[in-house]
């Protein structure tokens, strides 16, 4: 069994890495710091488990779970946690396995048996039991390669037909999500200026009207306009009005 250890504290990974010495069968194939480091890894590595700490920066466990989840054949995971009794409670509703620091190597050794491999079903739940937040960054498979793009290089998303276009500031990829989750989830960051378009507030730097009478946002590091439905018009200009 390959495990991949995933916590950003040292000692924490030092001592899961030490206890996992001692289980039979078990191979620490590499270790990180963050969830985006994890995923990463995840694909030279190819590990059968993660053990994953839930409270981490840059990505923290739970959005490093939700992308876990999105791939073909995911990895199982075991969540390590420092929640309190009743958050836990919350994970064995959802037959997740998890372990509540300080880890101990009998309790480890039985949650490595009972690993399940996530689906988005079972994370979206566990989220909605702990706090749903919006991602920090978009997770997607390009050709054989896991690409990671941190939502605040985000320009636009487009839909077209059953995929979306991330356009972002090193390029662009394809999502398999539907426009009005990605819309409810960074609403904060995010407007809708047409049916098939969210445009990222920090990067409109103008709204203007074509000489055919269309009305186009213009994005900083983005050569193409992205065209306003004409009944948001209003609503675009008063939400552009009030980010400034």
Not at 73 to 91: Q, S
Not at 135 to 163: G, S
């Amino acid at each position: 069994m390959k495990v991949l250890v995933v916590d950003d504290e040292l000692p924490a990974r030092v001592r899961l890495k030490t206890l996992l010495a001692e289980i039979p069968d078990c191979e620490v194939v590499g270790e990180a710091g963050n969830g985006r480091e994890a995923l990463q890894l995840w694909e030279s590595k190819q590990p059968d488990v993660l053990l994953l700490d839930i409270r981490m920066p840059v990505m923290d466990g739970l959005e490093t779970a939700r992308h876990l989840a999105g791939l073909e054949n995911p990895p199982a995971v075991v969540f390590t946690t420092a929640y309190d009794e009743f958050a836990v409670e919350a994970f064995k509703t959802r037959a997740i396995a998890y372990l509540l620091k300080p880890v101990r190597q009998a309790q480890l050794a039985a949650a490595l048996d009972n690993a399940g491999r996530l689906n988005r079903v079972q994370i979206s739940q566990l989220s909605d039991q702990v706090v749903q937040t919006a991602r920090h960054h978009i997770c997607a498979r390009l050709r054989d390669k896991l690409q990671v793009v941190p939502v605040d290089t985000i320009q636009c998303f487009i839909a077209d037909q059953k995929y979306v276009t991330v356009c972002h500031s090193q390029g662009e990829l394809l999502i398999d999500e539907a426009l009005k989750d990605l819309e409810t989830e960074f609403s904060e960051r995010f407007i809708r200026v047409h049916r098939n378009a969210l445009v990222a507030l920090t990067f409109v730097r103008s709204l203007e009207k074509s000489e055919d009478g269309r009305f186009l946002i213009h994005l900083q590091n983005h050569a193409e306009p992205v065209e306003v439905s004409r009944r948001m018009v209003a609503e675009v200009r008063a939400r552009l009005r009030n980010a400034r």
